[in-house]
């Protein structure tokens, strides 16, 4: 992380001449610069690892997490999450996860949206699972567009729009998901 950066960004979270909207949007380009290079540098550091013969450590990922690379981030979120070498906490694991969800990691959003759907550590709660699984799902994300199409029809509360889902588990299709393929497949809706 470039220390110049981010001593004038510091700097500037101390100005009183600076308006809400200005904070929010320099924080979030500092961020979003910030979380890029972390993660670069996290992939050159796992792939450096295994290249001489290393297992992935558990030390490396906290350490990338801890300074905000949102792949880390996930993977640790993940092993608390699933108590992977590390003690089991679902609330840590939570915290992880929404952490590299805000770091604009959309592998977070696909995971917290089935904690929040299947309320794992936390109240079930199916409009965080589906906030959770849109983002990604509207980044492209194959995974994402299934599951959220499988929310969008699961979900009781509201009536279900056939179009929207049909689109969300084409797009996911087209893209490869294997799942939901055989979904359209099965339900007659083209030729996936």
């Known amino acids: 992380m470039d220390f110049d950066k981010l001593k004038v960004f510091m700097a500037t979270l101390k100005s009183d001449h600076m308006t809400d909207d200005e904070l929010i949007s320099k924080t979030n380009s500092f961020f979003a610069e910030n979380c890029l290079q972390l993660n670069a540098e996290f992939v050159k550091r796992l792939l450096e690892e295994k290249a001489v013969g290393n297992n992935i450590s558990l030390q490396l990922i906290e350490e990338y997490a801890y300074l905000g690379a949102p792949a880390a981030q996930v993977m640790y979120g993940v092993m608390k999450l699933e108590g992977q070498g590390i003690a089991k906490n679902e609330q840590e694991a939570i915290f992880w996860l929404k952490r590299a969800f805000n770091g604009k990691n959309p592998n977070a959003g696909v995971v917290l949206s089935a904690i929040y759907a299947n309320g794992i550590g936390v109240a079930a709660d199916m409009q965080k699972a589906l906030a959770y699984a ?55 809706l083209g030729d996936a």
């Open 134 to 188: 849109k983002v990604p799902a509207e980044l492209g994300v194959p995974k994402a567009q299934y599951c959220y199409a499988l929310l969008l029809l699961e979900n009781a509360s509201t009536p279900v729009d056939e179009d929207i889902v049909i689109s969300y588990m084409v797009a996911a299709a087209n893209n490869g998901h294997a799942k939901a393929i055989k979904f359209l497949q099965d339900n007659n």
